[in-house]
């Protein structure tokens, strides 16, 4: 559809394709549906206009099959691209197991991303073609949203909750990003560039980028300064929840219920401990909700997935 129509954004994966042809369809549907109604507004003016010698005489006409047809056939239609839409929408929300898992961050203005071997980026995302990536994301203060017009995806970004999108780019190029949340001043400014690249040279990138210590390091620094370890670690004398393969399993409460480990259990567990409470132990932890900051949590949280063997992916 790109250079037939120039407003037209480009295409980046299939998925990008994919809701191309639900919209266009869409809007096809929409001009079938419509152009009837329109069409006979005018043939009715002209037809029926004052002064024509027209039959005006209305007689009852119930003509069943053709009523129960044009209420039902559209109907359907429409009923067929909501299941479309439908299915395309949760597409978005499943990813598959091999996908690549970066983390993101928004915050006023500005988007950094990170690598899982600690190469850090800003207002940039660098990816490997052909790769399915994962997107975990957060924010460090306002509700942001990142859009990638060219992949057509775009996700809320909250303080407190994570969320997270997957893709696929499917060819090598270079594309905007941007926020599409009103977060402040400089809300129109906060974007860049998303860089598609070849598998290769995404490798070659890897090893060029400003490597961090990763998320997951720099949060098991903090597990140990702030005395995380002194009752989660191995030579604890607290009956604490071991945290050893913890992420993405299943978690017996104190009430009976089971909740599943993501990052948003991790983070509440470390904020809120209070709130949920691990079948079997005491309820000791000390809240760190004035203790950590935002960015400080999302490392912790990172480290604690990365003591765990289990991918997201693998929950599904
Ligand atoms: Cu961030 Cu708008």
């Not at 919209?23 to 003016?45: C, E, Q």
């Not at 941007?178 to 690249?197: L, N, P, Q, V």
């Not at 030579?235 to 909740?259: C, F, I, M, N, R």
């Amino acid at each position: 559809m790109n250079g037939v129509f120039s407003l037209w954004p480009s295409q980046a994966s299939a998925h990008s394709v994919q809701v191309d042809t639900l919209l266009g369809a869409f809007f096809v549907l929409i001009i079938l549906l419509s152009a009837p109604v329109f069409v006979l507004i005018v043939v009715f003016a002209v037809r029926y206009r004052r002064g024509r010698a027209a039959d005006r005489r209305h007689p009852v006409n119930q003509k069943v099959g053709l009523e129960i047809s044009w209420t039902l056939i559209p109907f359907l239609l429409v009923l067929g691209f909501y299941v479309w839409a439908t299915s395309l929408y949760f597409d978005l929300y499943r990813p598959p197991a091999d996908a690549l898992e970066i983390d993101a961050v928004g915050k006023q203005w500005m988007w950094k991303f990170q690598h899982p071997g600690g190469q850090r980026e800003i207002d940039e995302l660098h990816v490997p073609v052909g790769q399915p990536v994962r997107l975990a994301m957060a924010s460090q203060d306002v509700i942001h949203s990142l859009y990638i017009p060219a992949l057509r995806i775009k996700q809320d970004v909250l303080p407190g909750r994570y969320t997270t999108i997957w893709f696929t780019a499917d060819r090598p190029g270079e594309f905007r990003l941007h926020c599409a949340e009103f977060c402040g001043t400089d809300h129109s400014i906060m974007g860049g560039r998303f860089i598609a690249m070849e598998p290769a040279d995404y490798t070659a990138w890897l090893e060029r980028a400003d490597v961090d210590l990763s998320l997951a390091a720099q949060g098991e620094i903090l597990f140990r300064t702030h005395g995380c370890s002194g009752c989660h670690g191995p030579a604890a004398t607290v009956h604490a929840p071991p945290l050893e393969d913890l992420y993405g399993k299943p978690v017996p409460l104190q009430d009976g219920s089971v909740v599943t480990a993501d990052e948003q259990y991790i983070r509440d567990s470390i904020l809120l401990p209070q709130a949920q409470i691990a079948a079997g132990y005491p309820p000791i932890m000390p809240t760190f909700q004035n203790v950590l900051g935002e960015e400080e949590v999302l490392k912790l949280v990172a480290y604690i997935k990365s003591r765990s063997g289990t991918r997201w992916s693998d929950r599904q």
